[in-house]
C-alpha cells in the first residue's frame, strides 16, 4: 500500500508473474479514481480510471478494482514486464476540480 | 501533437531570485494544474485553471503566483524562491475535472 514520507513502498515481483499495487483513499465523497505510472525523470503517465458507480474496469494487461466500503483502490498487472518497472499513483477526485495524488508505490521487476 | 510541454527542465536559483515556468497545452484542454512533488511523495496541487483568466488555489499555493491568460498557457511564477520550493514541478491539463490529466516531463528547480 500508499505511505507517506521518504522511503516509498516498493513491490518486487518477477517478471511474468501478477502485481498488486493497493491505495487506500482518504474521502468518501471521493467518485473518480485514476492510476498513474511515473517512470524515472517522466511524469506521470495515465494508465486506467474508474469512476464510483463502477466495482471493476479493465484495461490491455491491467485492471482495478474498487471497494467504496473501505475505501480501497488496487491495481492489477497481468503477466509483468521489466518494462513496468516504475512508480505508481493512485489518485481521487471528489468533484471540487481537484486530484489528491497518493505518495506511490515503487515496481520493481526481476528478469 | 506535442501534448503538454514545460519550459525550462532545468533551474537553478538563489534564495530571492524570481522565475516563471511556461506550461503549454495543444490539447484545447480547459483545465490546467500546477503541480511540486517532492522526494517520495507524491504529487501536491499548488494552483489551478478550470478556463482562459481564471486562477484558483490548491494544496500548497503560498509563494506561488499563476496566471492564464492564453487557454493554451499556464504559468506558474515564484517571486522571492526560497529553498523550500526546491523540488519537481509538473504541468497537467484536462480537458473537464472529471477526465484524465496529462502531464508534462516536468521542471526540475533548485534553490540555493
Known amino acids: 500500500g500508499e505511505s507517506v514520507g521518504l522511503h516509498l513502498p516498493t513491490l518486487s515481483v518477477q517478471e511474468g508473474d501478477n502485481s498488486i499495487i493497493n491505495c487506500a483513499y482518504s474521502?468518501?465523497?471521493?467518485?473518480?479514481f485514476i492510476w498513474y505510472k511515473q517512470e524515472s525523470g517522466k511524469g506521470p503517465q495515465f494508465i486506467i480510471d474508474?469512476?464510483?458507480?463502477?466495482d471493476k474496469r479493465q484495461g490491455q494487461r491491467v485492471t482495478v478494482l474498487l471497494n467504496k466500503t473501505v475505501k480501497h483502490l488496487s491495481l492489477q498487472i497481468a503477466a509483468t514486464q521489466p518494462g513496468d518497472s516504475a512508480v505508481y499513483f493512485c489518485?481521487?477526485?471528489?468533484?471540487?476540480?481537484?486530484?489528491?495524488f497518493g505518495s506511490g508505490t515503487k515496481l520493481n521487476v526481476k528478469p | 501533437n506535442a501534448g503538454v510541454t514545460q519550459t525550462p527542465k532545468f533551474r537553478v536559483l538563489k534564495t530571492g531570485q524570481s522565475m516563471t515556468l511556461l506550461c503549454a497545452q495543444d490539447?484545447?484542454?480547459?483545465?490546467m494544474y500546477w503541480y511540486r512533488q517532492d522526494p517520495g511523495m507524491g504529487l501536491r496541487l499548488i494552483h489551478y485553471?478550470?478556463?482562459?483568466?481564471?486562477?484558483a488555489k490548491g494544496e500548497v499555493p503560498d509563494g506561488y503566483n499563476v496566471s492564464r491568460l492564453k487557454k493554451q498557457n499556464f504559468l506558474l511564477g515564484l517571486e522571492s524562491a526560497a529553498p523550500s520550493q526546491t523540488s519537481v514541478y509538473f504541468c497537467?491539463?484536462?480537458?473537464?475535472?472529471?477526465?484524465?490529466?496529462?502531464f508534462g516531463p516536468g521542471t526540475r528547480l533548485t534553490v540555493t
Open positions: 497537467a491539463s484536462s480537458k473537464t475535472d472529471r477526465t484524465k490529466q496529462y
Open positions: 485553471s478550470v478556463g482562459e483568466g481564471t486562477t
Open positions: 490539447m484545447n484542454h480547459e483545465y
Open positions: 474521502n468518501s465523497a471521493s467518485d473518480y
Open positions: 474508474i469512476r464510483s458507480n463502477m
Open positions: 489518485a481521487e477526485n471528489a468533484a471540487d476540480n481537484k486530484f489528491y
